[in-house]
T-cell receptor, first 118, second 109 residues
């Protein structure tokens, strides 16, 4: 079974531009979550999608957005890039279902997209 | 006070040593995850725990819900265990993940 695929692996953008990152989950996984990792702040949760609906959102400004398609693939978008957005962006998929009893299932991470904003 | 704390921050061990990494948290949780991150960024999920103890090969994870504490143990450590180990918790009602700062482990041959 193919793992979680993130594209692109590396990206260099200029301040003020926008960027779209893509994540293809493991086949059969319906939940996709996104994370930002920086040396200063560590890993931080961005958002989580299940069945094309955002289920949870972390404490990030509105410039960060995402969506999930009917095939469970997900994209995240960052508009008006700032230098501080330089980070490793990771996505993870899980087989999580719907409802309280199924909040938790193991996460499967992609290799990440390393974004550099200059 | 951070919601999730880990100790130690850095750990250097000799090959073969028994290693313990600790995680404490301050909120009610539905599950705790232990993650391993090697240089280069890839993250692997090692364990997901909501109670008791789990074992996988040389790795053992335990959790004490009453004390809000979890430990990750590595028996017979090996240089390939060198990585950053991250503890993450998810709230009682499936809220957002909160991550610990990580423990950087170096195992010397």
């Amino acid at each position: 079974k193919a793992g979680v695929t993130q594209t692109p692996r590396y990206l260099i953008k200029t301040r003020g531009q926008q960027v779209t990152l893509s994540c293809s989950p493991i086949s059969g996984h319906r939940s996709v979550s996104w994370y930002q990792q920086t040396p200063g702040q560590g890993l931080q949760f961005l958002f989580e999608y299940f069945s094309e609906t955002q289920r949870n959102k972390g404490n990030f400004p509105g410039r960060f957005s995402g969506r999930q398609f009917s095939n469970s693939r997900s994209e995240m978008n960052v508009s008006t890039l700032e230098l501080g957005d330089s980070a490793l962006y990771l996505c993870a998929s899980s087989i999580r279902g719907q409802g309280q009893s199924s909040y938790n299932s193991p996460l499967h991470f992609g290799n990440g997209t390393r974004l550099t904003v200059t | 006070k951070n919601e999730v704390e880990q100790s130690p921050q850095n750990l250097t061990a000799q090959e073969g040593e028994f290693i313990t990494i600790n995680c404490s948290y301050s909120v009610g949780i539905s599950a705790l995850h232990w993650l391993q991150q090697h240089p280069g960024g890839g993250i692997v999920s090692l364990f997901m725990l909501s109670s008791g103890k789990k074992k996988h090969g040389r790795l053992i994870a335990t959790i004490n819900i009453q004390e809000k504490h979890s430990s990750l143990h590595i028996t017979a450590s090996h240089p390939r265990d060198s990585a950053v180990y991250i503890c993450a918790v998810r709230g009682n009602y499936g809220q957002n993940f909160v991550f610990g700062p990580g423990t950087r482990l170096s195992v010397l041959p």
